[in-house]
């Protein structure tokens, strides 16, 4: 029996940078979690991660990721994109520097 759809959303990591990044409901890639489009239909999460994977000259690895609505937007659900969405693992670099 397949498993329920949960939302999701895209995220891959910026082609030049490395960056963890986010689609945007506007089609943009966005750094910040909070403003990612989650996405809560199937088919047209099927249908965003195809146009996204398109993007080659932009960025590279898109999969869709589970999330939950939160009060500022979407949330993790999973340790991994938790882990992710703060950046390197070293304190000094990206998103944990400051």
Do not use: C
Not at 31 to 48: C, F, G, K
Request: negative net charge; charged residues 30%; without cysteine.
């Amino acid at each position: 029996m397949p498993r329920k759809f949960t939302p999701k959303v895209i995220t891959g990591n910026a082609l030049l940078e490395g960056d963890v990044v986010y689609l945007a409901a506007d089609d943009s890639w966005t750094r910040e979690l909070s403003q990612a489009e989650l996405i809560t239909d199937e088919a047209d999460a099927q249908v965003r991660l195809i146009d996204a994977q398109a993007r080659v000259g932009e960025v590279t690895g898109v999969y869709l990721a589970d999330m939950a609505e939160g009060e500022t937007g979407p949330e993790p659900t999973h340790f991994r994109e938790d882990f992710r969405r703060t950046g390197p693992s070293n304190y000094f670099l990206g998103k944990q520097a400051s």
